[in-house]
């Protein structure tokens, strides 16, 4: 009985960790936005290592973006700008910075790592059934009332989308679309190549 009761127990803990969203502590993704690469993220916090890239949006290869790289050990998070000529390093200290947390970021705007799915749907891009947190707000000053939704493939508890729609806050008519996909989504060690640096560390400029 008292076995039965732990397995109970055990099962009921499980489903309770695969119904949230997940938060890992090392995990790498890319993030596009209605088609248009926006940023790629590597983050290993047992070894103290994040990088960030963000990439420029005006289709120039000469300007193509810009990368920082945190090191706990350094105590510096490292500015690679390639959007300057020629390209530019900074050793600031500190970090990592806000931006670099955009995944636990996120999880925090949608209730946090705990919070329960709210719906349970079916969806082409999770290859069937999505794990879907929903957040609802209205921006009076523009009249509209905003609708994010976070969707997580349930069968491998991978972060597939969110889709941000506005409406008009009166009329309920639709006024904008945004999806924003996380591709290539990987838990795990994060290999060393992701935290390799572009330019030599010597070049840099120490504040």
Same mark, same amino acid.
């Given at each position: ?6 397995? !109970? ?79 530019? !390093? ?35 891009? !999770? ?76 070049? !840099?400029?120490?504040?």
């Amino acid at each position: 009985m008292i076995f039965f009761s732990f397995l !109970c127990l055990l099962l009921t803990l499980i489903n309770s960790v695969l119904s949230q969203i997940p938060n890992p502590n090392q995990y790498r993704f890319t993030v596009v936005t209605n088609g248009v690469p926006q940023e790629r993220l590597a983050v290993d916090n047992q070894i103290g290592k994040m990088s960030r890239i963000w990439y420029s949006n005006i289709g120039n290869e000469e300007f193509g973006g810009n990368q920082e790289i945190y090191i706990r050990n350094d105590d510096r998070t490292y500015l690679f700008d390639f959007m300057s000529r020629p390209a530019q !390093c900074i050793a600031n200290r500190g970090g990592p910075y806000a931006e670099m947390n955009y995944w636990p970021n996120l999880v925090y705007s949608f209730g946090g790592a705990t919070k329960i799915y709210d719906d349970l749907i079916f969806d082409s891009d !999770c290859d069937g059934t999505c794990l879907v947190w929903q957040i609802e707000f209205n921006a009076t000053h523009d009249r509209y009332r905003d609708v994010n939704r976070l969707y997580v493939k349930k069968s491998e508890q991978k972060p597939i989308k969110t889709v941000f729609k506005s409406f008009d806050i009166n009329t309920g008519k639709l006024i904008s679309t945004t999806i924003t996909r996380f591709l290539n989504w990987i838990v795990g060690s994060v290999p060393d190549y992701e935290f390799d640096y572009p330019i030599d560390l010597e070049k !840099c400029y120490k504040p």
